[in-house]
């Protein structure tokens, strides 16, 4: 994955529906403040900063360290991948299913902000010290 270099603020504003385009506002200026990176698009991804992952099994890339997209059914967040030990603890989120190394949120009003903050900033911080249990992570941007 890279970056497209897209206009962040013409994508965020031609989402739908509008509480997903609230939400996306919502999730840029946390991202920013979390991370202290602006934001930039990877396709309909709104990614903060990048880093390089390889498993062990040989299969690498290259992803944003925090990012989210506003789809139509719900705001994906991206979060350290689930396999690692100190994975963020969600439970006192507020309604959220999960995915692999997502968070699928339908509206930003009815979960906890500075839980999901909380999330964010340890995921960052354990990808950014590279001190994850499941990949080799280099942080590129």
Same mark, same amino acid.
């Given at each position: 994955?890279?970056?497209?270099?897209?206009?962040?603020?013409?994508?965020?504003?031609?989402?739908?529906?509008?509480?997903?385009?609230? %939400?996306?506002?919502?999730?840029?200026?946390?991202?920013?403040?979390?991370?202290?990176?602006?934001?930039?698009?990877?396709?309909?991804?709104?990614?903060?900063?990048?880093?390089?992952?390889?498993?062990?099994?040989?299969?690498?890339?290259?992803?944003?360290?925090?990012?989210?997209?506003?789809?139509?059914?719900?705001?994906?967040?991206?979060?350290?991948?689930?396999?690692?030990?100190?994975?963020?603890?969600?439970?006192?989120?507020?309604?959220?299913?999960?995915?692999?190394?997502?968070?699928?949120?339908? %509206?930003?009003? %009815?979960?906890?902000?500075?839980?999901?903050?909380?999330?964010?900033?340890?995921?960052?911080?354990?990808?950014?010290?590279?001190?994850?249990?499941?990949?080799?992570?280099?942080?590129?941007?």
């Amino acid at each position: 994955m890279k970056p497209t270099g897209g206009d962040v603020a013409a994508f965020v504003a031609a989402v739908t529906p509008a509480v997903r385009r609230r %939400d996306a506002e919502t999730m840029i200026a946390m991202m920013s403040e979390v991370s202290g990176r602006e934001p930039v698009l990877w396709g309909t991804i709104v990614g903060f900063g990048s880093y390089h992952y390889r498993y062990p099994t040989g299969t690498e890339g290259d992803v944003p360290l925090l990012g989210f997209s506003p789809r139509r059914q719900a705001t994906t967040v991206y979060l350290l991948d689930p396999r690692d030990s100190a994975a963020p603890d969600l439970s006192k989120l507020g309604p959220h299913t999960t995915g692999a190394s997502c968070v699928y949120l339908k %509206d930003l009003a %009815d979960i906890d902000l500075d839980v999901l903050r909380a999330a964010l900033t340890q995921s960052l911080a354990r990808l950014t010290s590279g001190a994850v249990d499941y990949a080799e992570i280099t942080v590129t941007g």
